[in-house]
C-alpha cells in the first residue's frame, strides 16, 4: 500500500494534474521521494515560491487546467502568496499544497511553526483544508481539485503535515468529475435583450472566459448587428486576439481615460467581468467607472456558461446571422534609430511569431504593445490579473511547459522583473521557449505618474524623488541573467533590438533582451499629465481621443 | 496641519524611529511624499518587499530599536512574510506599516484588493490594527510602537489606508514610554537555586535578551561555581561571542546531536528561552528534547529582565563573586590549497575584523563557523531565528545601517541566498560596509542530509535528486552581483578567498564573495549518517562526541 504522498500524487496524476511547480523543505521531502513513483508527474524546481505560483498560474492559464504547487509552509506560502493573488483575481485554478510540520511537532511551536491557514485564506478564500490522516488525504486532494477547477476557478490550498505525507495506508481517490457551468438565465438573456433594443448606447464588457474566440465572435457579431461596442476588462486573464478574430477595446488603467471610454453609457451588460472600478482610489475621484444613469446587466456571472449566454443573447437580437468586424492582418514597420519603449512595442509587433503566448507586465513601457499587436498572428494575451507585480517570468515558466510548441514572450519593466527575477533559472533548466524583454529605465516609472496623480507630487522632494529611482546603481540585466544561465543582450538601438529578437526567435531556448530606454513620460509631460487628464471630460470627445492617445502612460 | 502621513512620520521619528526600509506602490505615495517633510526619517528603498523585512529585522537586533517597513497592501505583506517570520520568532521589534486602499475603495474589490489583516496575523499576533481615521493614525501608531518594543519584542501591523494617510488634520502624538522590564520572581529564583543545589546535573539554557555580554558573565558566574553547563538555544537572534566573553554551547540544530548534548540532565533553566524542542519531526524520534526526568524551570520568560534573574541566581547561590571562565583569543591560520567549506570559515576565523556583526545562514557550510570563530575578536553573531530561509543578506543591510562603523559579514548557501538576492542592490545603493560570503555548492545540501534523515532517501531516485540540485545551470553569483552594482570575486582556492577576504575588509562598500566549493557532506557520508546518528545515544558518550565532531553536516 503506498503512503501518503505516493497516494495523493497518484490521485492528482489521475485528475490530469500532472506538472508541480516546486520548491520544498524537509517537511516535503516523503513528497518529494515519491515522485519517482509516479512516472505521470513532473516536477519543476523553482528557486523562490513565487515563481513556482505565478509558474502554476500561467501555467493553468495556458493548459485550461489547474497545476499543483509544493510550498514549505507558512513561509513559503507567505513567498507564493502575490502571484496566487494574481491567479485568485484571474479566477486560474492553483492546486496549491502547502506542507507543514507533523501533526506531533505542531503545538511545540517550533521554529517554522506559524498559522498557515490564517494566511491561505487571504488567496484561497473558497478552499483551505489541514489533511490530518493520511487515509483521508486524497479524499481531501480530490476536494481540492474540484474546487480548484470551479467554476470560477480558485486557488485551493491543501495543508499536508509531514506525518500525513509519510503515514502508510494511502488510498488513491477516483478523479472527480469536471464541473459544467450554469445555463445563463433566459430571463436575464430577454431583460438585457429588451435594454439594449430599447435604445441609449450600450456596451459589452468581457472577462474571464469570454475573451476566447467563440464569446468574442458571438459578441462581435451583436456588436455588429446593435452597433454596439464590446470592452475588455483592463487586465485579462487570457486574451485572444490578432489579424481575423474581432478586436476588443481593454478598458484603460487610467481611470480618467477608462471614464471618457464609458461615458455617455446607458447599459453595461457583463460577460464574466466586474463592473469597472479604478485600480486605485484618488482624492476627490469616484473609484466606481459606471457613468451616472447607465444600468449594470448581468448576462453571465463567472459560474455560466459565458459562450451560451452571448449565443443566446445574439439569437434573441436576430443577430446570429450578422458579420463579425475582424481585426485585419498589418505589422507595424521595422523601427530604427535610438531604441525608446514604443520601438520595443512595434519591434514586437513587427517580428510577432505565429500562435505567440505575450505576457504584459510593462506598466508605462508596453503602452503601445496592444496597438502594434493588434493585427499581428494569431496570439494568446495574459496580463497581471491582480497587480501585484513579479507575475510575467514566472507566468512565463508555466505557459512555455504548458505549450512546448509555442514561443512565449514576457514584457516587463525593470522594477516589476526583479520580484521574481529568479524565474530566469528554471527557464535556462528547463530549457524553456521564453523570450524575455526587460524595459530598463532605471525607474519605478508608473509611480513617477501616480505621484502626481494623487495629488503627492508637488509636496514630494528629493527623498520622495529617490523612492521611485532604480538608478545608484542602474541594474544590469543582461548580467543577472548569465549569472542564471540564460543567454542575454542589451541594447539601446532599435536595430540592434530587431536582430537580438530575430537571433532568439529562431534559436531555442530561454533568451533574455534588455531594452535600454528613456522613460515613456519625461518630467515635463508628467507635470502636464494631471492637468489634461482632468480636462478630459470637459473637452469635445474626437478632441480628447486624440490627446489620450499622445499623453497616456 | 501636517496631513496624516506627515503627521505620521513625526510620531515616528519623535518616538526614534528614524529609518524605513520600503517598498511602496501607488497607496503608499503620500506617505513616500511626506518623507521631505521629515528631515529626520531616513528612508531605504528595496527592490523587493523581502528585503525591507529582513533588513528593518537585521536593523532591530543591532540598534536595539525598531525601524518602520513601507509595504504596499496585502501582496506585499505576503512578500515580506518570511522575514516577519525570523523577526516574530527571534523577538525582534518592527513598527510593519502596510498601505491600504482608500477606505471608501475597498468595497469595490478592485484588483489589489485583498485581506490584509487576516496575513498580517501570521506574524503580528499580538498588534495588527487598520487606522480608519487621519485623526487617530498617530494614537494607533503610538500604540503600534508600544505594542512592537514591548517585552517580548515584536512585529506590530499598522494598515494604512491612503485616505487616512492623504487626509489634513494629522495629530501629532508624543512618544510612547518604553517599557520596563518584569522582575523576576525572588520565589522561582529561590526554587531553582534549591534544586541546582539538590545535586543532579544542571544546565541553564540562553535565548534572547540572555546572550549579550552582562547575562552571559552572571551565566558563566554560576556555571563555574555550581559546575553548569550553559547553553544557547540553536538560532540566537543575537549572540555576544569571542575573546574575552564567556562561551556558550549552542544546541545542535540535528536533534540526534542535540539529544546527546542534553543527555543526563536533571534541570534545565530556561533564561529567556524555549524549552527545546526538535527543528522538525522525524518518523519515530520524540520532538521534545527534554531528557525523560528533566525538570524545566524558567528563570525569565521573555517579558522579565533576564541579567536581573540571573544576577539575584548567582547570589542565592554564592556565585557572585566566582570567576568565570573567559574564551581566550586564537585564530586559526591561514587556510591553504583547494577551497571547501570548512577553509572558508576557516579564512573568515583567520580574518575576523573587530567588533565585527557575523551573519550565518549557512546551513550546513557553515557547520566550522562557530568553531572557526570562537577566540577571535569580540563580534555579534546573527542567526536564523524562524528558519525561513533568505534573511542573511537582508539582515545585512538593516544591521549595516544600523552600526555604519562596523563591518558586516553575512555567510549564506547558494539555496537560500537566492530568496532575496535583490539585498545586493540596496547594498551598492547605500553603500554599505557587508561582505557576502555565497557558499556555491550548487546544492539544497541541507535537504539532502534531511532526506535520508526523514527516511525518504531509500526512495528517492532521480527525480527526488533533482529537487535538491541546483546544477543545470550552475548559478553564477559573481555576474548577479555584478548586475547589481556589487564588486565580486569567484574563487575556489583557499589563497584567492583570503585575498579576496582582505581586499574586501581594505575597501568601503559591499562586497561579494563566491566560494565555490564542494558539498560539505558528499553522498557516502550522507549515506552513513542515520546509522551512525541513530547510533549516538548507544556509544560512549566521549567516543559518541568524537563521532559527532566528524559527521555533524
Redesign the interface.
Known amino acids: 500500500m503506498p503512503n501518503g504522498a505516493q497516494a495523493l500524487l497518484q490521485t492528482l496524476a489521475d485528475a490530469g494534474i500532472d506538472v508541480c511547480f ?1 520548491n ?4 516535503e ?2 513528497f ?6 509516479e512516472p505521470r508527474m513532473r ?1 519543476v ?1 523553482c ?2 515560491e ?1 515563481v513556482a505560483t505565478g509558474a502554476a498560474d500561467g501555467y493553468a492559464r495556458m493548459a485550461g487546467k489547474p497545476a499543483a504547487t509544493l510550498l514549505h509552509l ?3 506560502l ?5 502571484n496566487l ?1 494574481n491567479a ?2 484571474g479566477k486560474v485554478p492553483v492546486v496549491n499544497i502547502v506542507g507543514d ?2 501533526t ?2 505542531v503545538p ?5 511553526q ?3 491557514e ?2 491561505a ?3 484561497s ?1 473558497g478552499f483551505v483544508r489541514t489533511s490530518n490522516h493520511t487515509a483521508d488525504l486524497c479524499r481531501d486532494a480530490a476536494d481540492a481539485i474540484t474546487a480548484a477547477r470551479g467554476l470560477p476557478g480558485q486557488v485551493a490550498t491543501l495543508i499536508l503535515p ?2 500525513v505525507s ?1 503515514g502508510d495506508g494511502g488510498q488513491p481517490c477516483p478523479p472527480p468529475p469536471l464541473p459544467a457551468p450554469a445555463a445563463p438565465d433566459d430571463g436575464a438573456v430577454q431583460a438585457i435583450a429588451d435594454a439594449i433594443r430599447s435604445g441609449g448606447k450600450a456596451a459589452l464588457l468581457l472577462g474571464g472566459q469570454a475573451l476566447r474566440e467563440p464569446a468574442l465572435l458571438a459578441a462581435a457579431k451583436i456588436a455588429a448587428h446593435c452597433g454596439m461596442k464590446v470592452f475588455c476588462e ?2 485579462p486573464t487570457r486574451l485572444e486576439r490578432g489579424a481575423g478574430l474581432p478586436a476588443v477595446e481593454r478598458i484603460a488603467y487610467l481611470a480618467e481615460m477608462a471614464s471618457l471610454q464609458l461615458s455617455g453609457l446607458q447599459h453595461l451588460v457583463l460577460v464574466d467581468a ?1 463592473s469597472p ?5 484618488y ?1 476627490g475621484k469616484a ?2 467607472l459606471v457613468p451616472t444613469g447607465c444600468t449594470v446587466h448581468t448576462l453571465a456571472t463567472p459560474a455560466q456558461d459565458a459562450v451560451a449566454g452571448l449565443d443566446k443573447l445574439a439569437a434573441a437580437l436576430d443577430a446570429t446571422s450578422a458579420t463579425p468586424v475582424l481585426q485585419a492582418a498589418a505589422r507595424p514597420s521595422r523601427p530604427r534609430g535610438r531604441l525608446t519603449a514604443a520601438k520595443v512595442c512595434k519591434a514586437v509587433g513587427h517580428l510577432l511569431p505565429e500562435r505567440a503566448i505575450l505576457i504584459d507586465e510593462a506598466i508605462t513601457s508596453g503602452l503601445m504593445l496592444g496597438v502594434m499587436t493588434a493585427g499581428g498572428p494569431r496570439h494568446d494575451l495574459l496580463t ?5 507585480i ?1 507575475q510575467s517570468l514566472p507566468n512565463a515558466v508555466g505557459a512555455a511547459i504548458a505549450c512546448p510548441d509555442r514561443k512565449v514572450l514576457a514584457l516587463v519593466g525593470d ?1 516589476s522583473a ?2 521574481t ?2 524565474a530566469l ?1 528554471t527557464m ?2 528547463e530549457r524553456l521557449d521564453v523570450i524575455a524583454v526587460i524595459f530598463n529605465n532605471a525607474s519605478y516609472s ?2 513617477n505618474v ?2 502626481d ?5 508637488s ?6 524623488k ?3 529611482d ?1 538608478h ?9 541573467a ?4 540564460v543567454t542575454a543582450t542589451r541594447c539601446d538601438r532599435a536595430d540592434a533590438f530587431c536582430t537580438a529578437l530575430e537571433t532568439a526567435l529562431a534559436t531555442p531556448g530561454p533568451h533574455l533582451i534588455e531594452a535600454v530606454v528613456p522613460e515613456s513620460l519625461n518630467a515635463s509631460k508628467r507635470r502636464v499629465l494631471p492637468w489634461l487628464l482632468r480636462s478630459l471630460p470637459n473637452l469635445p470627445k474626437p478632441v480628447a481621443l486624440a490627446l489620450k492617445r499622445k499623453i497616456a502612460p
Not at 472600478?277 to 482610489?281: C, E, N
Not at 497581471?384 to 501585484?388: M, S
Not at 548569465?482 to 544561465?485: D, E, I, K, N
Open positions: 516546486s520544498p523543505g524537509t517537511s521531502m516523503h518529494v521521494a515519491a515522485l519517482d513513483s516536477a524546481l528557486l523562490f513565487g507558512g513561509c513559503g507567505g513567498n507564493g502568496l502575490a493573488h485568485r483575481k510540520h507533523a506531533f511537532h511545540l511551536d517550533a521554529q517554522l506559524s498559522d498557515i490564517t494566511v485564506r487571504n488567496v478564500p509531514a506525518d509519510w483592463v487586465f466586474k472600478v479604478s485600480f486605485f482610489a482624492p473609484s466606481d497581471l490579473t491582480g497587480g501585484a513579479g522594477g526583479m520580484y527575477v529568479q533559472w535556462a533548466r508608473v509611480l501616480e505621484l496623480r494623487v495629488g503627492a507630487g509636496r514630494g522632494g528629493p527623498k520622495a529617490a523612492q521611485l532604480l545608484g546603481p542602474v541594474l544590469d540585466f543582461a548580467s543577472l548569465r549569472g542564471m544561465g
